[in-house]
């Protein structure tokens, strides 16, 4: 079956580092677009930075020039560098992934979700 399973949530001060990994299993991985989601306590996910098939990636507005999504292939892993950590970055971050096709159809998988609390 598909598993997704993020690692590297935790507690940060403002303006530190994390860098959270999502390692997949059970699916063609370099034929899906992997994203990173978060939500904050009363608020809707909202998708804060993704990377296509092909390596584009997409960034919401106020995570540009500071987070930085990867993946690498090889190992079915899509990373996010998360840097100048800000309060407002609190929230739970789900990775997923994506694929659509005009045979398969779209097929749409989710991690657990792992905490990042930004806080002094």
């Known amino acids: 079956q598909v598993q997704l399973v993020e690692s590297g949530g935790g507690l940060v001060q403002p303006g530190g580092s994390l860098r959270l990994s999502c390692v997949a299993s059970?699916?063609?991985?370099?034929?899906?677009?992997m994203n990173w989601y978060r939500q904050a306590p009363g608020k809707q996910r909202e998708l804060a930075a993704g990377i296509s098939s092909d390596g584009t990636t997409n960034y919401t507005d106020s995570v540009k020039g500071r987070f930085t999504i990867s993946r690498d292939n090889g190992k079915n892993t899509v990373y996010l560098q998360m840097n100048s950590l800000k309060s407002e970055d609190t929230a739970v971050y789900y990775c997923n992934a994506l694929r659509r096709s005009a045979y398969y159809g779209t097929r749409d998988y989710w991690g657990q979700g792992t905490q990042v609390t930004v806080s002094s």
């Open positions: 059970g699916i063609t991985f370099r034929a899906y677009a």
